[in-house]
Structures are given as structure tokens and as C-alpha cells.
């Protein structure tokens, strides 16, 4: 008998996504997207997401199902984002899940979003060995996890104390003047620029603040360094270069995350490290990471950065895990929760 077939729905932030899984092959997949109709505030308004999603939902569905080549009644499984995320996005994403699973008589189970960033990982590179240290980074969490079983729950052992990775992307872009989400304009913009032209702050990274915080991370300094900078350049009346400064400000969050996703690893003896989220996505990133777990054997993993941004797969993905494992299936009223701890 073959593996479940899992339908997994993502709407969380500004993406609406539909995912179909079977094993750790992914089969067909869809998203929408509202993130034009949010460029010109600078960030995701919550009530065009909900209504984008409204709007979205079945069309996305439908694709999904064509390009795998099944119908609703083929699928074994639904598994749908419950949380974190913004509340009237996540609702409508549980509700049409609920809805299709009432319809079709399917299982449901209601998932988290951050353990399906980590999950994504297993359709490209297959079953994650386990221990294995997470390192989270995206537009509203930064974090450090330990997994032990990803099916039920992993531990943080630490997070950002202010701005998350992401959004200090997005707010530096910005100031810039690059367009929003900015991570990728960053990434782009520092392929012609010198990472070690301007030294900028590595927050919680002197030897007080590790004593405390060694897993933690701050953005909120670095953010303002970079405006602190600008700014003087600005007034200077010489032209700011666009391609130094993200490449510096690259390099600063990048070096912090992969020297603390490092030292996770070492400090519990594990030797595999995924990393997930929207920054995951970030090419310097990936290279650090790759070249300062190597000394020490351990392997890294990152999905490819289509997979690393919001989508319908990573839910699918983690659904697939959680029926895999025997995991019970959540009830009808599962409700959806904007604040849903790992
Ligand atoms: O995971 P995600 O799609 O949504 C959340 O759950 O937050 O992450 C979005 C974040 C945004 O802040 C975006 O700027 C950032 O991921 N991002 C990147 C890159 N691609 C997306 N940051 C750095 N480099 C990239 N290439
Ligand atoms: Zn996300």
C-alpha cells in the first residue's frame, strides 16, 4: 500500500498556499500571493491578507489538486496552519479546511507553522535525523530549537529578544529605499557589494550577554546602526552605497545566526542543523552556514529558497510526518491561534 496522500493549507501571513504530499514527495502546489497589495504600506496589513485569502482560497485549491493530478477524494489527510500568524488569515485558511474535510469526510489535522517550516526540509533532503538543532528565521520568529521528534514538539532554546531576522531585513530595505519584503532585494543589492566594508554591531554576542543569552539574538541594534549610518552619510552629501551597506548588514545577522546555530549544535552534541524560514532563503546565509559546520561534521540542511518563504508544501510536509507517525488527527472545532506556542 502506498504512502498517505496529505493536503496541507497555508494562510498565515500574506501567502495563501495549498501543498499535496505523499511520503516525502511533493506532488502539486500552489500559491497566491497579496504581498503587491501591501508594498506600498511597508508591511502586511492584516485585513487585505484575510480578504486576498478569502478570495484566493478555492481557486488555489484547485490548482493544487490539477497539477498533482488527484481529487479531494483521493487525499487521506488535511492538514491546515493553526497558528502563529495573524488571526483572520489563519481563520480563514482552518475554516476552508474545515469545511473540505467535513465535505470530503477527511482527518484534520491543525498544525504549527514554525514546525512546518522545519518540516518543508524532508520533501527536498528526505526523513531529518533526529536530534537535530533548528535555526528559524523568518519575517516574525527567530529562533533556535532543539528536536528532539518534530512530530511532538520541540524545545527553543532561544529566540530573538526584539526584531525578528526577517523584518530587520525588511526595515534596513526600506531605508535603503528597496522594495518590500526587502530580504530579497537585500540578497540581491549585496552581490555587488564588500561585507566587511562597514562593521556593524553583532547583537548579543559579548561575552555579558552570552553568559545570559547565548542562544538569543538581537536585530534591533543593528537595524539602527544601519539608519545611524545612512543618515550621517546623507548629510554628508555623498551618495550612500546601496551594495556595501546590505552586504554589510548581511554579514552581520548572518554571521550571529550561523556562529549561535553552531554553537547549539556543539554545546548539545548534535549533528545535524536545518534551517528554515522566509531568510533561509538568504544565499550568504547558506554558504556560512555550509562553511563553518563543515570543521566540525556536522551536516547542514536547507531547502531550496522557493520551499524556505510561505507555502502550502511545508504544511503538507508536516501533516504527512505527523499521520507517518500516528498522530491523532485534531477535532472539527480545532480552533485557529494567533499566538500558538512551538
Ligand atoms: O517565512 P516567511 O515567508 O514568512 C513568515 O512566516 O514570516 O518569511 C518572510 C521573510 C521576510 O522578512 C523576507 O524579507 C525574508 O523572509 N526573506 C529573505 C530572503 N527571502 C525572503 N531574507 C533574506 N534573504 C532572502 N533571500
Ligand atoms: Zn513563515
Known amino acids: 500500500k502506498s504512502e498517505p496522500l496529505v493536503l496541507g493549507i497555508e494562510t498565515s501571513c500574506d501567502e495563501t498556499g495549498v501543498g499535496i504530499v505523499r511520503g516525502h514527495t511533493l506532488l502539486g502546489e500552489a500559491l497566491a500571493s497579496s504581498v503587491d497589495e501591501h508594498a506600498r504600506f511597508g508591511g502586511v496589513v492584516p485585513e487585505v491578507a484575510s480578504r486576498a485569502h478569502l478570495e484566493a482560497m478555492i481557486p488555489t485549491m484547485e490548482r493544487a489538486l490539477d497539477q498533482a493530478g488527484v481529487t479531494l477524494a483521493d487525499v487521506d489527510a488535511i492538514a491546515v496552519t493553526a497558528g502563529p500568524g495573524l488571526a483572520g488569515a489563519l481563520l480563514v485558511g482552518v475554516a476552508a479546511a474545515k469545511g473540505y474535510a467535513l465535505a470530503a469526510e477527511k482527518p484534520i489535522y491543525g498544525v504549527n ?91 548579543l554576542t559579548a561575552a555579558k550577554d552570552l553568559a545570559t543569552h547565548r542562544f538569543d539574538f538581537s536585530f534591533s541594534g543593528l537595524k539602527t546602526a544601519v539608519a545611524r549610518w545612512v543618515e550621517a552619510r546623507e548629510k554628508s552629501g555623498e551618495p550612500v552605497p546601496v551594495a556595501d551597506v546590505a552586504a554589510s548588514f548581511q554579514e552581520a545577522v548572518c554571521d550571529v545566526l550561523t556562529n549561535k546555530a553552531i554553537d547549539a549544535c556543539r554545546a548539545n552534541g548534535v549533528e545535524t542543523l536545518v534551517i528554515g524560514g522566509g531568510v533561509a532563503a538568504n544565499s550568504r546565509l547558506r554558504v556560512l552556514a555550509e562553511e563553518r559546520a563543515a570543521p566540525y561534521g556536522i551536516s547542514v540542511r536547507v531547502p531550496r529558497p522557493k520551499l524556505c518563504t510561505d507555502n502550502g508544501a511545508m504544511v503538507a510536509a508536516l501533516g504527512s510526518h505527523l499521520v507517518a507517525s500516528g498522530i491523532a488527527p485534531s477535532r472539527l472545532d480545532l480552533p485557529a491561534d494567533s499566538a500558538m506556542p512551538l
Open 113 to 203: 507553522h514554525l514546525a512546518a517550516h522545519v518540516a518543508v526540509d524532508t520533501l527536498e533532503h528526505g526523513p531529518l535525523p533526529e536530534p537535530a538543532i533548528a535555526l528559524l528565521v523568518s519575517g516574525g520568529h527567530s529562533s533556535l530549537l532543539m528536536v528532539n521528534d518534530l512530530a511532538r514538539g520541540v524545545t527553543p532554546l532561544g529566540a530573538t529578544i526584539d526584531d525578528a531576522a526577517g523584518e530587520a531585513f525588511d526595515k534596513v530595505a526600506r531605508l535603503l529605499g528597496l522594495p518590500f519584503p526587502g530580504g530579497p532585494w537585500i540578497d540581491k543589492a549585496a552581490r555587488d557589494g564588500d561585507g566587511v566594508s562597514i562593521t556593524f554591531p553583532r547583537g
